[in-house]
């Protein structure tokens, strides 16, 4: 079968053997799968052969279905745990379908679960363009939340709106989001670029705020004060997708996000759809940060 897989650090278009199914594992034909900004670490470290979380395609049933992997999902072949797979409805396609798991499970997770947002507050999110983030400032917004998105560029500010963002604030790269929000405070804020960001995430915590965090796409180390975060009695909750509690919830959570999707009530921005033979293409896409939204590939 064709996967993408790793060679010295950069992702190719290969063959591989079609892999072995564990007990109860629902096989999937894959049609269409979506890239996120992990996959990029794993690929440059060599970390797994074929990566891949992401997919939509066709069970042994015949039936359209969206499914989490832990990983070897970018291939033609893919066995999912079936607590982590959802039946598409009817008017989703697979591009749309593949757009979800990773970035709207853990858009969803880290609003609803972490940092607990209500209506009326007020929600930080970086990176408010990228995956994580378009799903992140439809699902605020829905809520009642006064959504502020941090994002690159104009063209980006104008993207996040369009989707709900009550305000969206360029910030330039390196620039201090301390110096740009100066003295507002937020409830809650959805944090995934790190270093210096993360801390001054912290210092502009309301009390008993809280920091959702979810990434480090910058790589760098975080250096904060602890009385930024206990002399206002604020939290940092960190979050990843394959350590979440009630994990067998997954697919309950999936289908329920693409029913939103069906009903028209949550967008699936998909910036551009690949040919899977292209992958190298896309993967040099998502590493410029020029992204709106999802990158997918199709089969
Ligand atoms: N913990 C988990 O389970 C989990 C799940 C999903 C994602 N993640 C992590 O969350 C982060 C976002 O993931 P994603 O898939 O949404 O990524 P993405 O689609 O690439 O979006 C990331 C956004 O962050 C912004 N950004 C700000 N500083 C950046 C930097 N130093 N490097 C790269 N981008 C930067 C970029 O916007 P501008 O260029 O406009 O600034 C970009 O739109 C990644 O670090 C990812 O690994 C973690």
Known sequence: MRAIITEGGLPSVGERSEPQAQPGQVRIAVKAVSLN???LRQVAGSL????????????????RVAALVDEGGFAEVVYAHPDRVAEIPDGVSFAQASALPVAALT???CIRDHAQVLSGQRLLITG?????????????????????AVV???RKAAFVQDLGAHEAVVVARGASLSDVFEQRRFEAVLESAGGAWLAQSIRLLAPSGVVALFGNSSGDE??????????NSGRVHGFFL??????????RDLEALLGRVAAGKLRVPIDRDYPFDEAPLAFEQLRARDVHGKIVLTL
């Open 222 to 231: 975080t250096t904060f004060n602890p009385r930024d975060l206990f002399g």
């Open 128 to 148: 408010g363009a990228g995956g994580v983030g378009v799903f992140a400032v439809q699902m605020g917004a829905e809520i009642g939340a006064r959504v502020t």
């Open 152 to 154: 690159g560029d104009d």
């Open 48 to 63: 797994v052969d074929v990566v891949g979380w992401d997919v939509a395609g066709v069970d042994a049933r015949g039936r």
């Open 107 to 109: 858009a969803l997770r």
């Open 37 to 39: 900004r992990g996959n």
């Open 242 to 251: 394959f350590r979440t509690p009630a994990p067998r919830t997954v697919g």
